[in-house]
T-cell receptor, first 116, second 113 residues
């Protein structure tokens, strides 16, 4: 069974500082990994994904994530945080196609608070 | 291009009542999904569809039903509402399966009392 863990319920960072939101996963085979962001009272919005290729993935709004197969991690990063980055962030994983639809498993979310 | 739209935005139901949550997408996506989001629990898949006329159960299908008569629409039916169905419901769609990102609607906040 596949699973994803976001070990921090909340991350606080000062505006202008680098931010990291952590994600680890467990899946058989090569994973498909996603990050989504949710602003208050809104649906989730796609940020970036890793399917194959370069381990460093760049996405929307200046975010990037690094796929680390040995550590089974896919941490979300941004060099300089903005107050407007404050939101709920979800990591998600999907296993490879094994003959049927493979659902995506979402983490429980990490609340990012950027302090002015 | 409206993306994924959901109606209603809010609803209060009494125990035992029924209702349909509407979902429409205008991106010609084949795959559509219904999730529920409970505080601290992430998203749980209720039902999904890989194309018109094809639906299947997700992780938490009990108490719900779906249909997919067109590519655009994927309504979720709640029969005999229970307090445990109090949640925020999100509809989503994607062009394809595993490697494709999902596009989410704005959600429906449902309270069952």
């Amino acid at each position: 069974a596949q699973s994803v863990a976001q070990p921090e319920d909340q991350v606080n960072v000062a505006e202008g500082n680098p931010l990291t939101v952590k994600c680890t996963y467990s899946v058989s085979g090569n994973p498909y990994l996603f990050w989504y962001v949710q602003y208050p009272n809104r649906g989730l919005q796609f940020l970036l994904k890793y399917i194959t290729g370069d381990n460093l993935v760049k996405g929307s709004y200046g975010f990037e994530a690094e796929f680390n197969k040995s550590q089974t991690s896919f941490h979300l990063k941004k060099p300089s945080a903005l107050v407007s980055d404050s939101a709920l962030y979800f990591c998600a994983v999907r296993g490879p196609n094994s003959g049927g639809y493979q659902k995506v498993t979402f983490g429980t979310g990490t609340k990012l608070q950027v302090i002015p | 291009n409206a993306g994924v739209t959901q109606t209603p935005k809010f609803r209060i139901l009494k125990i035992g009542q029924s209702m349909t949550l509407q979902c429409t997408q205008d991106m010609n996506h084949n795959y559509m999904y219904w999730y529920r989001q409970d505080p601290g629990m992430g998203l749980k898949l209720i039902y999904y569809s890989v194309g018109a006329g094809i639906t299947d159960k997700g992780e938490v299908p009990n108490g719900y039903n779906v249909s997919r008569s067109t590519t655009e629409d994927f309504p979720l039916r709640l029969e005999l509402a229970a307090p445990s169905q109090t949640s925020v419901y999100f509809c989503a769609s994607s062009y394809g399966g595993e490697a494709y990102e999902q596009y989410f609607g704005p959600g429906t906040r449902l309270t069952v009392t």
